[in-house]
C-alpha cells in the first residue's frame, strides 16, 4: 500500500505514543501540517483499510499480574491443523506461528496466574496428543518494543529502557483503572475527542481519564499507547525469530547491544532445552527476507555470537490481542 508523506508521519508518531491529550488530532496534525480534520480522516482511512488493527493500549502482563510465556513444539505434520484449531479456541493464546525448525509451531500462552497457564498448556498436551509442547518464559526482558518506521529521513524512537525485576510488582488495582483497562484494550473511539466520549463510556470526566491513563503509561503498565498495525499491509511482510547461543556471563553485554537493533522489537532470555541451546531471543523485521538476514549478521558481527538460528515464518496461524480482567477474573 503506497502511503503519501502525511500518512507516513502519522502512523510513525501514532505507533510509538498516540497523544494523551483533549484534542489527540491536533497534536497530530501539528507535526505532520495538516488540519485536525484532515489528521483525523487520514487516521479513519487507515483504520477502515485495516494498516491499523487496533488504537489503544499495549500492556505489561506482569504489571497487571498476569503470567505469559512462549511455547515451543514439534508438531507431527499431520497434526498441524487440529493443534491449530485448538489453540485458535484458547483466549489466553494471543500469537501461534509455524516456523521452520524441528520446534516448528511456536505460540505464546498466557493467564492469570502460573498455575493456570501450566494447567491450560497440560490440558493443550492431553487433547492434542502432543507430548513435545514447552514452555520457555522470559527470564530476563531486554526489549518489547514493535515501531515500523515509514521515513527513512527520521530517527527512530528510542525504548525508554526496561524496568528493574523489582519495579514489576502487579500494579495498585482499582475499580476505575480495572474499567478503564478493559476498554484501552478495545479500540480508542473515533472522533475529535475520543477520551471525553471514553469518559462518557465510563460514567466518568474526560480530565479524571486522561489523569488516569498518563499514569498507567508512568508506571510501565501500558508499554505503549497508540496504533497497533497489520504490519504486512505496512510493507513489513518479512520477519525472523533469530535464536542465539550466549554464554550466561555475556548475556546481559548481548542482550543491551540486540536492543539497540530499531529492526529488533522484542529481545528475550529464555531456557534452553536438551536439543534447544539458544538461549536470547529476538524478533526482527523487514521488508524483505534480505533485510532480515542483512540484520541477522550485522547483530553476529556486533555481538560475537557465532551460535545462531533464523526461523523464518511459514504461516501466522492466530495474532490477536489479549484481553484482561474478562468478567469471570474480576
Avoid at 508518531?13 to 507535526?31: G, M, N
Avoid at 529492526?263 to 523487514?286: A, K
Amino acid at each position: 500500500m503506497s502511503l503519501e508523506r502525511e500518512d507516513q508521519i502519522l502512523l510513525d508518531k501514532a505507533q510509538v505514543s498516540f497523544p494523551v491529550a483533549s484534542r489527540p488530532y491536533a497534536v497530530l496534525a501539528e507535526l505532520a501540517g495538516i488540519s485536525e480534520d484532515e489528521a483525523l480522516t487520514r487516521i479513519r482511512r487507515l483504520r477502515g483499510q485495516g494498516m491499523i488493527r487496533r488504537l489503544g493500549g499495549v500492556f505489561d502482563s506482569r504489571r497487571l499480574g498476569y503470567f505469559s510465556t512462549l511455547c515451543a513444539a514439534k508438531v507431527p505434520a499431520d497434526k498441524i491443523s487440529p493443534l491449530a484449531g485448538l489453540l485458535e479456541q484458547q483466549p489466553g493464546v494471543t500469537h501461534n506461528y509455524l516456523r521452520t525448525h524441528a520446534y516448528n509451531m511456536w505460540f505464546t500462552l498466557m493467564a492469570s496466574t502460573q498455575s493456570k497457564a501450566e494447567s491450560l498448556l497440560a490440558d493443550i498436551r492431553e487433547q492434542s496428543g502432543i507430548r513435545e509442547i514447552f514452555s520457555l518464559p522470559a527470564l530476563r526482558v531486554f526489549k518489547i518494543y514493535v515501531q515500523f518506521q515509514f521515513r527513512q529521513d527520521a530517527p527512530a524512537a528510542i525504548p525508554a529502557p526496561p524496568l528493574p525485576e523489582q519495579a514489576l510488582r502487579p500494579m495498585q488495582r482499582t475499580p476505575e483503572r480495572i474499567a478503564l483497562i478493559r476498554q484501552l484494550q478495545e479500540d480508542l473511539p473515533d472522533g475529535l475527542t475520543p477520551y471525553a466520549l471514553l469518559a462518557e463510556r465510563l460514567g466518568s470526566q474526560e480530565n479524571d481519564v486522561l489523569r488516569l491513563v498518563a499514569d498507567l503509561l508512568r508506571e510501565g503498565v501500558i508499554r505503549r499507547f497508540g496504533a497497533v498495525l497489520r504490519h504486512q499491509q505496512a510493507g513489513f511482510t518479512a520477519n525472523v525469530m533469530g535464536v542465539w547461543q550466549v554464554p550466561e556471563a555475556q548475556v546481559e553485554k548481548t542482550g543491551l547491544l540486540m536492543r539497540d537493533f530499531p529492526e529488533v522489537s522484542h529481545c528475550y532470555q529464555r531456557p534452553t532445552l536438551p536439543d534447544w541451546p539458544f538461549n536470547l531471543f529476538t524478533m526482527i523485521h523487514g521488508r524483505t527476507p534480505e533485510d532480515c538476514a542483512q540484520v541477522m549478521n550485522k547483530i553476529a558481527l556486533a555481538t560475537g555470537i557465532r551460535d545462531h538460528d533464523a526461523l523464518t515464518s511459514v504461516a501466522e496461524l492466530k495474532k490477536t490481542s489479549m484481553k484482561y480482567f474478562m468478567a469471570e477474573e474480576a
